[in-house]
């Protein structure tokens, strides 16, 4: 069965219990949510309808209200991004998938860009936003999230505080005996983990829609959150990975690249043991303090209220953009090493074995990706172009040969990004146009 990333869950769950998207009174099709001082009742953004077009629009920048959040704080002096010096970037024009060819900024937009911004070297060539989007608003990473936790864990492995080819069951025991046990840290960091865990979304029956979901306090299903600790097995995601995942004796870990979810839960699981901070904390003292960020960031927490290391980033466009920038940069910032550039430079060395495990997954096999490596999507290690990439949209995206990154959010109603012509569509523009950058 095709697997999807994580967090489709929030739409499709919601339409299986029913739901359907809201339709304008006048039969005109989905409205804008939130309108009126209270919100009209068709129009008001729920829990329960949060990840559903078009109340994603409004949730996807305000997570602070559906979900519940802890602050990774800024510090420092603002790093400031001179620009943008070349706003005409966004008039090239460029095929938008359907035949058609329009300006880049209007690609963007009619495919559900909420924002999108460009930098060469330390300078801003052009930033855009969309359907009321800011350059001060906060918005949801998803699995862009994964990236921002495998870059923090580099610390760690620089420090010789954790062997990539030890299991995480060595330095978490409460993974003894669960399908973690048996698997290198390192094919974590690939998802090639080979787990008995299918990411079912449609089936309200399933394992996913019973203990995963819930556990993750990140959609709505009724009473779900208002289980108290130790009334159940699976509290929150530490439960789940530790007490219910088992191990797919069918396959052997390392022989395929299986895109699963929770794999991100035990990295963010093995930075706080080791390290003995909170995930929030280490992310805040090691990267966010030091990037010269703009605004605070925030991550959504489980039921646990334990950092949803897998997809719960939240920040600003630029804020996105600079920590794109620093890893561009092989870890440096703002005239500090934050990351070592081993660490960084690691994330491009594809071996054949990973392009392979690409090139066989039926659900990404289409696509453009060369491979995936230590939580980053590759798209050509030799210019260094690859990404951070997050469901209904989210990337950011790095090309050390054109010296530039770019970060776009959005809000697309198809939550997938493989055979997704939206995200598609928004890709192949940025390469191009990176491409166009190269001197």
């Known amino acids: 069965m095709n697997r999807l990333p994580l967090f489709l869950i929030s739409s499709l769950i919601s339409i299986s219990i029913g739901q359907t998207a809201y339709t304008a009174p006048n039969g005109s099709g989905a409205a804008e949510p939130m309108q009126g001082i209270p919100p009209t009742s068709e129009s008001q953004v729920t829990m329960k309808n949060h990840g559903t077009h078009p109340f994603m629009k409004w949730s996807f920048r305000n997570m602070g209200a559906p979900f519940n959040t802890v602050m990774i704080p800024r510090q420092g ?15 090239q024009q460029y095929p938008d998938g359907s035949g058609a060819t329009i300006s880049f900024d209007q690609l963007f937009e009619r495919n559900h860009g909420d924002g999108v911004a460009i930098v060469q070297g330390t300078n801003l060539l052009h930033e855009k936003y969309f359907h009321g989007f800011n ?3 906060h918005h949801i990473w ?8 495998s870059t923090a864990f580099g610390l760690l492995v620089a420090e010789r505080k954790v062997d990539l080819n030890a ?14 046990e048996r698997v290198s840290i390192q094919q974590v960091l690939d998802h090639a983990t080979s787990l008995d865990f299918k990411e079912n979304y449609t089936d309200l029956d399933s394992d996913f829609a019973k203990y995963y979901a819930p556990a993750l306090n990140m959609i709505w299903l009724p009473g779900a959150r208002d289980i108290q600790p130790g009334t159940v097995e699976v509290y929150g995601v530490h439960d789940f990975v530790s007490k219910f995942i088992k191990p797919d004796l069918n396959r052997e870990p390392g022989d395929n690249f299986d895109y699963n979810s929770s794999n991100a839960d035990v990295l963010g699981w093995l930075i706080a043991r080791i390290s003995g901070q909170s995930f929030q904390d280490y992310i805040q003292q090691h990267i966010w303090a030091k990037l010269g960020t703009e605004h605070d960031a925030a991550i959504v927490v489980d039921r646990a209220y334990m950092p949803v290391v897998t997809g719960g980033m939240n920040s600003t466009l630029r804020d996105a953009l600079r920590f794109g920038m620093m890893v561009r940069d092989r870890g440096q910032h703002n005239g500090l090493q934050l990351i070592p550039a081993d660490w960084i430079d690691e994330s491009l060395n594809i071996s054949d074995k990973l392009r392979s495990n690409m090139a066989n997954n039926d659900w990404y096999g289409e696509e453009p990706w060369a491979a995936y490596h230590n939580m980053w999507w590759i798209l050509d290690p030799q210019a260094g172009e690859y990404c951070a990439v997050g469901i209904h949209g989210q990337v950011i995206y790095i090309n050390r040969k054109a010296n530039t990154v770019m970060a776009w959010f959005s809000s697309q109603p198809g939550a997938s990004a493989a055979k997704n012509k939206h995200f598609r569509a928004k890709l192949t523009a940025a390469r191009a146009l990176a491409a166009s950058l190269i001197e």
């Open 77 to 91: 002096q603002i790093v400031e991004l001179p620009g943008p010096l070349k706003p005409a970037l966004g008039q």
């Open 135 to 137: 350059e001060h608003a």
């Open 142 to 149: 998803y699995s862009m999230s994964k990236s921002l936790a």
């Open 167 to 180: 299991s995480p069951a060595d330095y978490i025991p409460e993974l003894k005996g669960s399908g973690f």
